[in-house]
């Protein structure tokens, strides 16, 4: 079993930066995608970003591409999304995530965390 534990998240103003941590439990972390996923009140969740396990390749909802990065360090077990330029429509619960093989657009993943609330002011 893989624990994932998510922290970083507040309350923050419209252009702000924040970066969000998601560590995990045991010693094959390396082994794993990871990715990023939100959800607003009332919406669905949705894709934000993605990491190979080697941190070679990523990928990002366009929504996001440009203002978020997606890192990963192996040798402390933690998945990181730098989030700059935030805006409202960014307000939502962040959950990480974790699969042996990909971290999938449509969220079929192994593993999720609790989640962390990040909250956009205009």
């Known amino acids: 079993q893989v624990q994932l534990v998510e922290s970083g998240g507040r309350l923050v103003q419209a252009g702000d930066s924040l970066r969000l941590s998601c560590a995990a439990s045991g010693r094959t972390f390396s082994s794993y995608a990871m990715g990023w996923f939100r959800q607003a009140p009332g919406k669905e969740r949705e894709f934000v970003a993605a990491?190979?396990?080697?941190?070679?390749?990523?990928h990002y909802s366009d929504s996001v591409k440009g203002r978020f990065t997606i890192s990963r360090d192996n040798a402390e077990n933690t998945v990181y999304l730098q989030m700059n330029s935030l805006k409202p429509e960014d307000t939502a619960v962040y959950y990480c995530?974790?699969?042996?093989?990909?971290?999938?657009?449509?969220?079929?993943?192994?593993?999720w965390g609790q989640g962390t609330q990040v909250a956009v002011s205009s």
């Open positions: 990491i190979t396990a080697t941190g070679s390749g990523t």
């Open positions: 995530a974790a699969d042996r093989i990909v971290v999938v657009v449509s969220g079929r993943v192994d593993y």
